[in-house]
């Protein structure tokens, strides 16, 4: 046998040894079961036992009266008010029927009067009132100026286009900062031959600010001579004069210069 083998063998049996003591204690510190007496019981012998039957007793005394618990004093209850039967509603009388009025009697005609009769009365003319009345020939008319001729819309629109288009090469619209805001409006009065009659007028500018109301002035300045240069305005129809003498407004801004 290994030197190991010898070793767990022996490791075994000391157990078991161990084991063996272990249980060979406990046996012996048990108790001796002979040893142990149990004190004796005393017991009677009798020849006969005879039933008795066990009723109970009854009691002589009196019963105590019992009594009744003390009472208040009594409330007085609300008296109830007497229920008051609601008169059944009683029905409406049914409306009467509504007589037709009866139509009035006509008034009795009465009878016409004569008219009274129309008495011819001579006539005042003489019979030579239509001498010095030539109803052949036509009536002349006494007025002097030809009756006004007004321009359609599109016409209108079309003039004012020719207007700008001639301006437009004199329109030098000064520069600097908000300059594009301004826009100045101008009066101007033409001649038949679409020469300026005097000078245009200023009407206004609009649009000025901080940055550019040192350029008004200038502004304004420049729209006049692009009128005055502009002049005499050619291509505007005469018959339609009264249309295009006054000018107002004419605008001048920064779209007029694209």
Known sequence: MERAEKIGLGIATAGHVLLFGVLSSGFFSTPNPLNLRNPPIEVQLVDEVGLEMAAPKISLEEMAASQAPEIGPTEEAEPVAPRVAEPEPTPAPAPKPVEKAKPKPAPPKQAAKPEPKKQARGSRLGADFLKGIDTERPTRSTATTPPATKMSSVQVASLNAEIYRQLKPYWKPPSGADA????????????????????????????????????????????VQAVMRAAPFQNLPPEFYDEWKWLKPLNFDGRLAR
Not at 198 to 222: D, Y
């Open 180 to 223: 594009e805001l301004l826009k100045t409006q101008l009066s101007v009065y033409l001649n038949r031959d679409g020469s300026v009659k005097g000078r245009p007028e200023v009407v206004g500018t609009t649009g000025v600010t901080a940055s550019n109301e040192a350029q008004v002035a200038l502004h304004q300045e420049r729209a």
